[in-house]
């Protein structure tokens, strides 16, 4: 069964870091491109960025809305992409959710939920 | 960046009756490759994002038959062919085939 679980979200001030991880199982990791989400309270969906696979040559494109400030990485030992965010803003509080592939998406996480506040 | 316009905004449906969700696009969104990645994504509430339908027509694994997706170069419609109680959420139609990927605004589907 594919899972995917996202962590490390939670409360920060703005300016501050925060790093995401999003474990995967129940599939070949190093297979697939790995997306990144976002939904900011009572807003719709934003895409945040993926990362490709090796083979694809494991480049990276961001939203414009977080390039120069977030950092998509992975690690295909463990199964993880990771979403390093920077220079956090009040207009990053969203969930944040990795998904599988970048073009059909099929499998998401539950999310987890980053608050930029003082 | 690619708009994607969704009508309704939101839709109101007894059980058992037919519901549409449109969405059209600023541009075509066919893919270098031909393929058009247009898909349809039901949001329930307290739940994260589910996949219904891909590139345009195709039912994802586990999706009920009701479902259906069609649609070429800038429309797309989403058809519920008999809305059930568990549809209640929000809709979306988003397009993977131009930077950056764009969501329609969603439409709310409630139970009359």
């Known amino acids: 069964e594919v899972q995917l679980v996202e962590s490390g979200g939670g409360l920060v001030e703005p300016g501050r870091s925060l790093r995401l991880s999003c474990t995967a199982s129940?599939?070949?990791?190093?297979?697939?491109?790995m997306t990144w989400f976002r939904q900011a309270p009572g807003k719709d969906l934003e895409w945040v960025g993926f990362?490709?696979?090796?083979?694809?040559?494991?480049?990276?494109d961001y939203a414009a809305s977080v390039k120069g400030r977030f950092t998509i990485s992975r690690d295909d030992s463990k199964s993880i992409v990771y979403l390093q965010m920077n220079s956090l803003k009040i207009e990053d509080t969203a969930v944040y959710y990795c998904?599988?592939?970048?073009?059909?998406?099929?499998?998401w996480g539950p999310g987890t939920l980053v608050t930029v506040s003082s | 960046d690619i708009v994607m316009t969704q009508t309704p905004g939101s839709s109101s449906v007894t059980v058992g009756q037919p519901a549409s969700i449109s969405c059209r696009s600023s541009q075509g969104l066919v893919h270098s490759d031909g393929n058009t990645y247009l898909n349809w994504l039901q949001l329930r509430p307290g739940q994260p994002p589910r996949l219904l339908i891909y590139k345009i027509s195709n039912r994802f694994s586990g999706v009920p038959d009701r479902f259906s997706g069609s649609g070429a170069g800038t429309d797309f419609t989403l058809k519920i062919s008999r809305v059930e109680a568990e549809d209640v959420g929000v809709y979306y139609c988003m397009q993977a085939t131009h930077f950056p990927l764009t969501f329609g605004g969603g439409t709310k589907v409630e139970i009359k």
């Open positions: 990362i490709r696979n090796k083979i694809a040559g494991g480049t990276i």
């Open positions: 129940g599939f070949t990791f190093g297979d697939y491109s």
């Open positions: 998904t599988r592939d970048r073009i059909k998406m099929d499998y």
